[in-house]
């Protein structure tokens, strides 16, 4: 039995005085008012309307429900009222990982903006350069960047992630640009330990090239590895949203700009795509516009 249809048939027949005119009121059969009237004496083991052919009346346990009941639709309505305000307005703290980096750089510019828009949403930023586990920390979205998903991830993808191979322009007065790759092995190579300590990946012509060198420094901080390369310690690859002002500015040269380092996929990540909160629905929809298409707004 659905006892909030139940109790909303009894305060309406208490209401109208009649099971006909509850039955108009509720667009269902009287013979239904009747069964769920019914239903709700069996499940509070009491009577609670006296029944005539002329008239309704309540029961002393009728009398006693009736406020109950009426509070309880109260309640109901409130709680409808509640959930509906939610799936309209965007409200809410979410709570968001990524790496440091791109949190920086991208991501905190785009949850401003976001908020703009939306100012009922908070937002909780673990900036982190390892993946963590959504369901322990309580992560409704991770912005991962990578091409290794396991195949039971929720993913949407959000945008690419291009890099370039660079240096400062002291340490190529100083050292002279490779011109090739057997000479830039022969150079100060700094690299990501996550991303790959012990190699440089490149892609020409489709091809897949995996440089291995021997890093002067390698660290797991893109910050830290930024900041070797525009001190002239060495050369490095970086992504395009992290330097692309430094580019831009003349602090960092490209090196054999032939070369493409791989490309990686940028992804939203979340737990289930069921019953998510509209805020973030929004917000990823939000993040593939700003950072979709076939160039980043970085590299644009």
Known sequence: MDRLTATRVFVAVVEHGSMTQAAERLDMSTAMVSRY??????????????????????????QATL????QLLDLAEDVEHQAGEVRRVPAGRLRITCSASFAEAQLAPA????????????????AIDRSVDLAAERIDLAVRITNSL?????VRPLGLCRSVLCAA????????????????????????????????????????IELPVTAQLSTNDTAVLRSAVLAGTGI?????????????????????PELEPETLGIHAIFLSR??????????VDFL????????????R
């Open 67 to 70: 406020t109950s009941c009426r």
């Open 288 to 299: 593939v516009e700003r950072f979709g298409g076939d160039a980043p707004p970085w590299d």
């Open 37 to 62: 009237l019914a239903s709700m004496e069996t499940w509070l083991g009491t009577r609670l309307l006296h029944r005539t052919t002329r008239r309704i009346s309540l029961t002393e346990a009728g």
């Open 236 to 256: 490095g690859i970086l992504p395009t949203y992290f330097v692309g002002q430094y580019l831009r500015q003349g602090r960092l040269v490209r090196v054999l």
């Open 274 to 283: 069921q019953h998510q909160p509209l805020a973030l629905r929004l917000l």
């Open 111 to 126: 949850l401003a903006e976001f908020q703009r828009r939306y100012p009922q949403v908070q937002f909780g930023l673990l």
């Open 150 to 154: 396991e195949p039971t991830m929720i």
């Open 169 to 208: 322009p002291a340490y190529l007065r100083a050292h002279g640009a490779p011109r090739t790759l057997e000479e830039l092995q022969g150079h100060r190579c700094l690299t990501h330990a996550i991303v790959g300590a012990a190699q440089f990946r490149f892609r020409r012509k489709r091809q897949l």
